[in-house]
């Protein structure tokens, strides 16, 4: 059973334009939502991350917006650029020392 | 801060020969460091968890004699693949964080892209 949902599995959308992913989870005891960019022969970095007591957070470009009610949250890329291509993963924890679950990723490509 | 590296960063090597990864946190302690294995075009999966002192817990399916697994400092955690086979050719990722941190980052290395013949 798939514990965060993520959509859609691939995204094409013109530079400057503001691709939206999706990811859905279940199990409510999830306190940690960070996104991760991940580059083909590259290790994921981390994007930017909220907390369910936060509806909305913004680092530059990136917004995660988030929908304690619907279990949902997304990441929003304002004025995309060639240079946001690549491989996008959410995820969720539950709180303490424990690992991330991943959501099945969706890979971006930004077209000039 | 907050950087992983990881050792080497691609290897080939011959059927029944065995492999040692390293992953060091470099600016950061990390009390827990997870071991990931990604195929191409797929996700993350979770192959073990290891906390600094502590034997690794590993995922179902995970063979625990092949894959093994040390995290013996704050700093470092190998992984040595066991008489490896070309099934086990993949691109191994570790990752730390410092569970002391409430609602602290985890981060991730640079990969590792093991090849079999």
Request: proline content about 5%; charged content about 15%.
């Amino acid at each position: 059973q798939q514990q965060v949902k993520q959509s859609p599995q691939s995204l094409i959308v013109q530079k400057g334009g503001i691709p939206i992913i999706n990811c859905a989870y279940e199990n409510t005891a999830f306190d940690y939502f960070p996104w991760y960019q991940q580059f083909p022969g590259k290790g994921p970095a981390l994007l930017i991350a909220i907390r369910p007591d936060v509806s909305e957070k913004k680092e530059g470009r990136f917004t995660i917006s988030f929908n304690k009610s619907a279990k949902q949250f997304s990441l929003h890329i304002m004025d995309s650029q060639p240079g946001d291509s690549a491989t996008y993963f959410c995820a969720a924890r539950y709180s303490g020392n424990t690992p991330l679950v991943f959501g099945k990723g969706t890979r971006l490509s930004v077209i000039a | 801060g907050a950087v992983v590296s990881q050792h080497p960063s691609w290897v080939i090597c011959k059927s029944g020969t065995s492999v040692k990864i390293e992953c060091r946190s470099l600016d950061f302690q990390a009390t827990t460091m997870f071991w990931y294995r990604q195929f191409p075009k797929q996700s993350l999966m979770l192959m073990a968890t290891s906390n600094e002192g502590s034997k690794a817990t590993y995922e179902q399916g995970v063979e625990k004699d092949k894959f093994l697994i040390n995290h013996a400092s704050l700093t470092l955690s190998t992984l040595t693949v066991t008489s490896a086979h070309p099934e086990d050719s993949s691109f191994y990722i570790c990752s730390a964080r410092d569970g002391r941190i409430a609602g602290g980052g985890q981060f991730f290395g640079p990969g590792t892209r093991l090849t079999v013949l």
